[in-house]
Antibody, heavy 119, light 107 residues
Framework: EVQLVESGGGLVKPGGSLRLSCAAS????????MHWVRQAPGKGLEWVSS????????DHADSVKGRFTISRDNAKNLLYLQMNSLRAEDTAVYYC????????????WGKGTTVTVSS | EIVLTQSPDFQSVTPKEKVTITCRAS??????LHWYQQKPDQSPKLLIN???QSFSGVPSRFSGSGSGTDFTLTINSLEAEDAATYYC?????????FGGGTKVEIK
């Protein structure tokens, strides 16, 4: 079964750091570009970061640029999001998602991990 | 950044009725427009690729159309299980962007 499972969320103080992980299974992880998408409480979806299959291309939303870093370990089938200098407005459920080749839509999503930034 | 504007924000519909949701892009995106369904406390699910291509396993009552800047998601003969929020998403250019969502409630 194709599956993505996020972990690493939690409560953190403003200015703190967290590293999210996304474990992939049931497909050849190294062949797919991946994304992080977040959803603040009661709000819509916001794209956060993307990484190509070999990590040759990486991009981040302006709202997190310089603070968040996406990376991956294809040998371990893991996707990461290192989040530094966290702010209250980063509070959200963070989803990892697989990019469907050619179409570039997101065809597989994890259940999400919740990040709460509060003092 | 390409802005996607969805309408309406909310729709209350009786079962078997037809639902039409629109998504307008701030500039032309060809057909790089995708639709997702998100039920409460669940992650989004892909419904439609490339404006009109139904994703595997999606019921045939869901269909998409459009190109350029104007797109439509249609749900024919709404069922109770279709109560959800629907989002459009463009991947034509970075950053990826999503519409604000349309919540569909069953009367």
């Amino acid at each position: 079964e194709v599956q993505l499972v996020e972990s690493g969320g939690g409560l953190v103080k403003p200015g703190g750091s967290l590293r999210l992980s996304c474990a992939a299974s049931g497909f050849t992880f190294s062949s797919y570009s991946m994304h992080w998408v977040r959803q603040a409480p009661g709000k819509g979806l916001e794209w956060v970061s993307s990484i190509s299959s070999s990590s040759g291309y990486i991009d981040h939303a302006d709202s997190v640029k310089g603070r968040f870093t996406i990376s991956r370990d294809n040998a371990k089938n893991l996707l990461y999001l290192q989040m530094n200098s966290l702010r209250a407005e980063d509070t959200a459920v963070y989803y990892c998602a697989r990019e469907l080749p050619v179409a570039t839509s997101m065809d597989v999503w994890g259940k999400g991990t919740t990040v709460t930034v509060s003092s | 950044e390409i802005v996607l504007t969805q309408s309406p924000d909310f729709q209350s519909v009786t079962p078997k009725e037809k639902v039409t949701i629109t998504c307008r892009a701030s500039q032309s995106i060809g057909s790089s427009l995708h639709w997702y369904q998100q039920k409460p406390d669940q992650s989004p699910k892909l419904l439609i690729n490339y404006a009109s291509q139904s994703f595997s396993g999606v019921p045939s009552r869901f269909s998409g159309s459009g190109s350029g800047t104007d797109f439509t998601l249609t749900i024919n003969s709404l069922e109770a299980e279709d109560a959800a929020t629907y989002y459009c998403h463009q991947s034509s250019s970075l950053p990826h962007t999503f519409g604000g969502g349309t919540k569909v409630e069953i009367k």
